[in-house]
Nanobody, 124 residues
Framework: QAQLVESGGGLVQPGGSLRLSCAVS????????FGWFRQAPGKEREGIAC????????VYKASVRGRFTVSEDNAKNTVYLQMDNLKPEDTAVYYC?????????????????WGQGTQVTVSS
């Protein structure tokens, strides 16, 4: 059974950093791409970063590019999201998701497995 479990969320001050982890089980990371999404209260879920395990290529939403870095470790079956220079507008529940597609995409309906989410709050 495919399972994704996020961890690493919490409360951080503006300008601070957090690293989210997504533990993958029940399927091999090969031939999958992984995405990070977030959903703030009253807003739609949005894709912010995704990575291809085949070649390590990445794409980012403009609002996080240069501050967030997505990476993966096949040996640990884990995908990461390093978040630096956090801003209050980054406050949201963050989700990781897996897709079998070859394209890097932010379309949620193309992802077959989702984690339960982890809360990130940026506030002074």
């Amino acid at each position: 059974q495919a399972q994704l479990v996020e961890s690493g969320g919490g409360l951080v001050q503006p300008g601070g950093s957090l690293r989210l982890s997504c533990a993958v089980s029940g399927f091999t990371m090969e031939n999958h791409n992984f995405g990070w999404f977030r959903q703030a209260p009253g807003k739609e879920r949005e894709g912010i970063a995704c990575i291809s395990t085949s070649d390590g290529s990445t794409v980012y939403k403009a609002s996080v590019r240069g501050r967030f870095t997505v990476s993966e470790d096949n040996a640990k079956n884990t995908v990461y999201l390093q978040m630096d220079n956090l801003k209050p507008e980054d406050t949201a529940v963050y989700y990781c998701a897996a897709t079998r597609g070859l394209l890097l995409t932010f379309q949620p309906y193309l992802y077959h497995s989702w984690g339960q989410g982890t809360q990130v709050t940026v506030s002074s």
